[in-house]
Structure formats: C-alpha cells, structure tokens
C-alpha cells in the first residue's frame, strides 16, 4: 500500500518497537495523526527527554536522571545484599513486590556464546569490582530462567565463591493459582528442585 512519506516512515518507526507488527504500526500511525498538536508535541517531548537525561547509575547500572540513583543513595536500603538482575526492568519489577530492601545491580544482557556475548561484554566486571570496594555478604543471583540467564548466574556465582559471599538464586517453578496439569515438564522440574520444608 502506498503511503506519502511523512506516515510512511512514521509506520516503519513504530515497526521498530518490540511487539509492534505492521498492522499495528499503521493503527498507530493513523491514531498519532489525528491526536492533537499539543499532545502528538507532549508525546515527541517525552521520547527525547527520556533519551537524553536518563542515563545509567555508575555504582548498580540501573536507569536514572541523577546519579547515583535514588536506591544506592537510600541509606535505609540494607547495602550487605545485593540482588543481580539483566535488566532496568527487572529493578522496577522487583521494587513493586515492596520485598526487597537491599541494593540492585544490572548486567544490561545475560553471556550468551551463541550470540558473541561474554561477560566482558556485559556489567560482570563492574560488578566484581564493586564486591572488592563494598561489605557485601550475600548476592542474590535474579537473571531470567531460561539458557542465558541460568549460565550468567552459573558464572557469577562460581567467580564470586572464593571470596565467601554468600550466594543464592532466585526460585523457579510455578505460577501462584496455576494448576500442575498445564505446567511444562521445565517448570515443574525447577518447582520440584526449588522445594523447601514446611
């Protein structure tokens, strides 16, 4: 379908969003033109700002507009644990349990030989470093459940077992309310390895 090319290249903007196909780009697109000017001006605003002042903390590499970042500037947060997560995301996910009340630090990415991904290439030296200049007794290893992130975990926590830090992984198994019929055999081995005495 021939489009003129301002929509043109507003449809292959949005195509380039995770989970947005061509069908949807176009509804977007179409939508975005019939806002109003001064919400379609709020909407760009948003996008550069969010791009250009957020940046990632120097000491736990998650997302800020000042660093260091709110959580290890909170002297209340218990900094002798520190959860390991891949992603800002996984921070924010974690924050709004209200659970967790030690400090964070992200990877940005998992080591993944397949993809030429090793652990120079993500925040692991940081972190090491960050284990020498830190009194930290315990990390809590919370990278995804899947190849990439059981391997990052692996390495993590055989990189750090000489130094006596004591460190855990997140559990895996299933879902609150799910039902063991519908669960794959993955899940319920992990479930069944991750069981604990009542």
Same mark, same amino acid.
Not at 12 to 30: E, N
Not at 142 to 152: L, W
Not at 154 to 168: F, H, N
């Given at each position: 379908?021939?489009?003129?090319?301002?929509?043109?290249?507003?449809?292959?903007?949005? @195509?380039?969003?995770?989970?947005?196909?061509?069908?949807?780009?176009?509804?977007?697109?179409?939508?975005?033109?019939?806002?109003?000017?001064?919400?379609?001006?709020?909407?760009?605003?948003?996008?550069?700002?969010?791009?250009?002042?957020?940046?990632?903390?120097?000491?736990?590499?998650?997302? @800020?507009?000042?660093?260091?970042?709110?959580?290890?500037?909170? @002297?209340?947060?218990?900094?002798? *644990?520190?959860?390991? *997560?891949?992603?800002?995301?996984?921070?924010?996910?974690?924050?709004?349990?209200?659970?967790?009340?030690?400090?964070?630090? *992200?990877?940005?990415?998992?080591?993944?030989?397949?993809?030429?991904?090793?652990?120079?290439?993500?925040?692991?030296?940081?972190?090491?470093?960050?284990?020498?200049?830190?009194?930290?007794?315990?990390?809590?290893?919370?990278?995804?459940?899947?190849?990439?992130?059981?391997?990052?975990?692996?390495?993590?926590?055989?990189?750090?077992?000489?130094?006596?830090?004591?460190?855990?992984?997140?559990?895996?198994?299933?879902?609150?309310?799910?039902?063991?019929?519908?669960?794959?055999?993955?899940?319920?081995?992990?479930?069944?390895?991750?069981?604990?005495?009542?």
């Amino acid at each position: 379908m021939y489009y003129p090319e301002p929509i043109s290249k507003l449809i292959d903007s949005f @195509t380039k969003l995770p989970g947005i196909g061509p069908k949807t780009a176009v509804r977007l697109a179409f939508f975005v033109l019939n806002m109003k000017d001064d919400d379609v001006m709020d909407f760009a605003k948003s996008l550069v700002n969010a791009k250009r002042e957020l940046t990632h903390c120097s000491n736990c590499g998650h997302i @800020t507009d000042q660093d260091p970042c709110a959580i290890c500037q909170d @002297t209340s947060r218990d900094s002798s *644990v520190i959860c390991v *997560v891949q992603d800002p995301k996984d921070v924010i996910a974690m924050e709004k349990m209200k659970e967790f009340n030690g400090k964070y630090h *992200v990877l940005h990415g998992a080591i993944s030989p397949m993809d030429g991904i090793g652990p120079e290439d993500i925040n692991v030296p940081d972190l090491i470093n960050r284990l020498k200049d830190e009194a930290v007794e315990e990390l809590i290893l919370a990278t995804n459940p899947n190849i990439e992130g059981e391997a990052t975990a692996m390495y993590i926590s055989r990189l750090v077992k000489p130094s006596g830090i004591k460190t855990s992984r997140i559990a895996h198994g299933l879902p609150v309310g799910g039902d063991l019929e519908y669960a794959d055999e993955v899940t319920l081995s992990k479930a069944l390895e991750g069981r604990r005495d009542l």
